[in-house]
């Protein structure tokens, strides 16, 4: 009996062992974000948070700082293509602080009426859990038009 219960108390700890652990993604999401720019022949700027970023065109206006307010018209997808979110072409309008990481950093690569891609890698998006049909760990791409720029 007190092996039984022995053996059945050490499937239990075990069991209970490391699933709760974070998953790092930033490797393998690098390796992704680097063989999705290579097979769509396209070049990127990395930043040294591990943010890839496209600016197609710079803009004219005012610079987002991180505490502005914005209005993007954007769309993103995952890299196999598949669309999560999209806007319309009027955007949306929000304060960067109030966004993931990687919008907050991105946005500020363009001025107003600029318009370009970010590569956002989990750690700079939902990290580790699912959000609303975005799986966790999953790199996340986004084509955004920034409309315009009202300062904080």
């Not at 318009?115 to 699912?130: C, E, I, R, T």
């Amino acid at each position: 009996m007190k092996t039984k219960f022995f053996a059945l108390l050490l499937v239990f700890f075990i069991s209970c062992g490391d699933d709760d652990q974070p998953v790092d993604y930033r490797s393998s999401n690098d390796q992704e974000i680097q063989d999705y720019l290579e097979e769509n022949e396209l070049q990127a700027e990395k930043s040294s948070s591990g943010l890839y970023y496209i600016v197609e065109e710079e803009g004219e206006g005012t610079q987002p700082d991180y505490t502005y307010q914005v209005q993007v018209a954007y769309k993103g997808y995952f890299t196999n293509g598949e669309v999560f979110d999209e806007s319309d072409s009027e955007g949306v309008s929000f304060n960067l602080q109030q966004v993931i990481p990687g919008w907050t950093e991105g946005i500020t690569y363009f001025k107003e009426g600029g318009s370009g891609m970010l590569f956002v890698p989990a750690h700079l998006g939902y990290g580790n859990q699912d959000y609303r049909g975005i799986p966790g760990g999953s790199v996340l791409i986004f084509e955004v038009d920034l409309i315009e720029v009202n300062g904080d």
